[in-house]
């Protein structure tokens, strides 16, 4: 069982940053794959990065590629998504995940969410 708690969410001008951090409980961390994803309003949940388990590999959707980076520490249980140059359509709730199945960029691959946190990004 993995618990995941989001933190750093909040509004910013385009063109700004945010750092996006997912807290894990547990002490198998490191034998999950890591991914974010984020909701806008009246849209599908959808797909931003992944990271395996030792950190060594990394993807991102296309939309977020060049802007976003995605790092693990294993030490300390901790995921992170920086994000730079944000754009209004970056708005939404970011979930961080967990997989049993190692690093995908697939929804349904992820046994454990967490609840959220609000990015708005202003135009």
């Known amino acids: 069982q993995v618990q995941l708690i989001e933190s750093g969410g909040g509004l910013v001008q385009a063109g700004g940053s945010l750092r996006l951090s997912c807290a894990a409980s547990g002490r198998t961390f490191s034998s999950y794959g890591m991914g974010w994803f984020r909701q806008a309003p009246g849209k599908e949940r959808e797909f931003v990065a992944t990271?395996?388990?030792?950190?060594?590999?990394?993807y991102y959707a296309d939309s977020v590629k060049g802007r976003f980076t995605i790092s693990r520490d294993n030490a300390k249980n901790t995921m992170d998504l920086q994000m730079n140059s944000l754009r209004p359509e970056d708005t939404g709730v970011y979930y961080c995940a967990a997989s049993r199945i190692g690093s995908t960029q697939l929804a349904n691959g992820y046994q454990y969410w967490g609840q959220g946190t609000q990015v708005t990004v202003s135009s």
């Open positions: 990271i395996n388990l030792d950190g060594g590999f990394t």
